[in-house]
């Protein structure tokens, strides 16, 4: 039988700590991105038991995290061949994980703020506010609806395309400025 690491090595801990605190500052429970990072540091399923012994932790809490993360799309169940516990796994692939952590946000935060924008033009009251804050209003709905196409078109596009895009970086800002009339690049910053 192969050696197989403990589940909390010293870099284990270090990153599954880390990424408990970054969670916290996400908005997400401390566990919760605590046992993901366990998931995806170790990249084989582990069943329930394991997580909780590995990160000393009560099962309960285990249970309720693992349900979390199986609601955002970040775990899975898995069964084991000769094993009836349920095992967990989480995408492996950095940007699969990303494209999911981008959904599932834009679908519990983004989205929803948006449906409210549409249904605060829509009410009747919306006419009887200043023309600023009419204004204002439709700017963040418009705002909000454009980075909702923009993100589900880049969430679309191949991996390799989307890490070419990012590697351009600022050099897209060039691509963007507007040229001369003789055709050359203006040499003014936006």
Known sequence: ????????????????????????????????????ALLYFHGRPLPAEAIADALQVA???VSTSLRELVSWNLVRVTHQMGDRRDHFETAQEPWT????????????????????????????DFARQTQATQMRLRETLAL????????EEMLQLETSTLKKLLKLGAR????????????RRSRTTP
């Open 97 to 124: 994980l990303f494209r999911t952590i981008v959904r599932e946000r834009r679908a519990r935060e983004f989205e929803p703020t948006v449906r409210e924008l549409r249904n605060c033009l829509a009410d009747p």
């Open 1 to 36: 039988m192969p050696y197989e690491p403990p589940l909390l090595s010293p870099l284990a801990e270090r990153f599954v700590l880390h990424w408990g605190e970054m969670g916290s500052r996400w908005g997400v429970n401390r566990s919760v991105a605590q046992i993901h």
């Open 59 to 61: 099962r309960s809490n």
């Open 144 to 151: 909000m609806e454009s980075l909702s196409a923009w993100s």
């Open 172 to 183: 897209i800002r060039n691509l963007l400025r507007p040229t001369s009339r003789a055709g």
